[in-house]
């Protein structure tokens, strides 16, 4: 099978995903599952699903907007919009959300549907990239998300529809911090090369195509720092938010 192209809207392999950030999927996976209830969990944007078996023993639906990604997993997989769920009234006692709220542009309507399908126990843990450490702090880089927060934001977002909700962050090793922090340099130099933020203007479809094109340039070649990567070079802490990989909600107490 050939492999499959790097594209900037969800992982779907390590290969094709780029490992260190397919693992850093995987590991939110990990370190969000002590955090859920028993029974049947709502992996929501779930992707191709690659890391629901880490929730296990507990019975899980994936819900994604694209039957492509749902295909052939081995479990109950529903397609459907995050903002308008399919399911009944306090159907739920856990929400999982990984890397997913990004990219609604109204992620508070995907907030009141988890509420309106959580048992009145429930809780749900919603995990997305730090805007103040992903791309721009004061720019949207990746053309797939449509809203990006960091930990005060992502509270208040939450505080809106849930009683209790605990902010915590994903940190990557130091290895791993190594292969960030040179995409960070590189993603630097191109955006030196557009100083007046031309990019603004050009039409999301094409931005979409341009950046996938950049991430295949830049990560198609082979690196044994990326393959050595694995989930646990990530660790979930309280401390130092503004310098998170990824910021993760905790939320308990569904507002109806």
């Known amino acids: ?7 900037g809207e969800r992982v779907a392999s390590p290969e094709a995903g780029f490992n260190p950030t397919w693992q850093r999927h995987v590991a939110a996976y990990k370190l969000g599952e002590p955090y859920l209830g028993d029974g049947r969990v709502l992996d929501l944007g779930c992707g191709v699903g690659h890391s629901f078996h880490l929730l296990a023993p507990r ?6 907007i694209d039957a492509g990604a749902l295909a052939g997993q081995d479990r109950e997989t529903v397609v459907a919009d995050m903002r308008e769920l399919p399911f009944a009234d306090r159907a739920f006692p856990s929400a999982l959300s990984v890397q997913s709220l990004e990219h609604v542009p109204d992620p508070d309507r995907v907030l009141a549907e988890v509420c309106r399908v959580l048992t009145d126990d429930g809780v749900a843990v919603f995990v997305t990239p730090n805007r103040l450490t992903l791309g721009r702090p004061d720019e949207i880089i990746d053309p797939y998300h449509y809203v990006e927060f960091d930990s005060d934001e992502l509270r208040a977002l939450c505080e809106r529809r849930f009683e209790r909700v605990e ?10 911090m190594e292969i960030f922090d040179s995409e960070r340099a590189t993603l630097d130099r191109l955006l030196r090369l557009d100083p007046l933020r031309l990019r603004r203007l050009v039409p999301l479809r094409a931005k979409r195509r341009l950046y996938d094109i950049m991430l295949n340039r830049h990560r198609g070649d082979d690196d044994p720092r990326a393959a050595a990567i694995d989930a646990d070079d990530f660790e979930l802490r309280g401390d130092d938010l503004a310098d998170a990989l990824d910021v993760c909600a905790v939320c308990r107490g569904p507002r109806r």
């Open 167 to 176: 902010i915590l962050g994903i940190f990557g090793s130091e290895r791993y």
């Open 1 to 7: 099978m050939p492999p499959m192209k790097v594209t």
């Open 59 to 64: 019975e899980t639906v994936g819900v994604d």
